[in-house]
T-cell receptor, first 115, second 112 residues
Framework: KAGVTQTPRYLIKTRGQQVTLSCSPI?????VSWYQQTPGQGLQFLFE???????NKGNFPGRFSGRQFSNSRSEMNVSTLELGDSALYLC??????????????FGSGTQLSVL | KQEVTQIPAALSVPEGENLVLNCSFT??????LQWFRQDPGKGLTSLLL?????REQTSGRLNASLDKSSGRSTLYIAASQPGDSATYLC???????????FGKGTRLSVIA
């Protein structure tokens, strides 16, 4: 069974640009969550999608957005990039996204550098 | 709001030593607690998930315990090996549902 796939693996952008990251969950998983990881703040929750609907949203500005398609694949977009957006962006999938007894499966992440 | 703390932030031990990593959380009304491993620049791998009704979970040389009343969990690694070198993070759901709230992790180095 294939794991969670994130593309691209690395990205270099300049301030003011926008970027789109992609995540393909494990087959059959309907919940996709996105996290931002930085050395200073650690892992911070961005948003979660389940069956194409945003179910939870973290405390990030509106420049950060996402969506989920009918095949459960998800994309996140960051507009008007700032230096502080440099981070490892991680995607995680689970079957239902509920907190009861489910493990979360992570992709290898997209390392974004904003110059 | 749930907060998760991990102490120590970094740990270096000689190969073969048994060790304990600590995790504490502020809201004891949790459904479960997960321990993850992260290698540098990589994603997270779930190691163990302890349900709220359980006291511990074991997988190979790893044993995780959970004490909800005191808001604490420990990850015990027996007979450590250089391949165990990684960052270990614990996480609990926030307010009963996803998302997970993560600690900042303990960076473990096992020296051969």
């Amino acid at each position: 069974k294939a794991g969670v796939t994130q593309t691209p693996r690395y990205l270099i952008k300049t301030r003011g640009q926008q970027v789109t990251l992609s995540c393909s969950p494990i087959s059959g998983h309907r919940s996709v969550s996105w996290y931002q990881q930085t050395p200073g703040q650690g892992l911070q929750f961005l948003f979660e999608y389940f069956s194409e609907t945003q179910r939870n949203k973290g405390n990030f500005p509106g420049r950060f957005s996402g969506r989920q398609f009918s095949n459960s694949r998800s994309e996140m977009n960051v507009s008007t990039l700032e230096l502080g957006d440099s981070a490892l962006y991680l995607c995680a999938s689970s079957s239902t996204g509920t907190a009861t007894n489910e493990k979360l499966f992570f992709g290898s992440g997209t390392q974004l550098s904003v110059l | 709001k749930q907060e998760v703390t991990q102490i120590p932030a970094a740990l270096s031990v000689p190969e073969g030593e048994n060790l304990v990593l600590n995790c504490s959380f502020t809201d004891s009304a949790i459904y479960n607690l997960q321990w993850f491993r992260q290698d540098p620049g990589k994603g997270l791998t779930s190691l163990l998930l302890i349900q709220s009704s359980q006291r511990e979970q074991t997988s190979g040389r790893l044993n995780a315990s959970l004490d909800k009343s005191s808001g604490r969990s420990t990850l015990y690694i027996a007979a450590s090996q250089p391949g165990d070198s990684a960052t270990y993070l614990c996480a609990v759901p926030d307010s009963g549902n996803t998302p997970l709230v993560f600690g900042k992790g303990t960076r473990l180095s096992v020296i051969a």
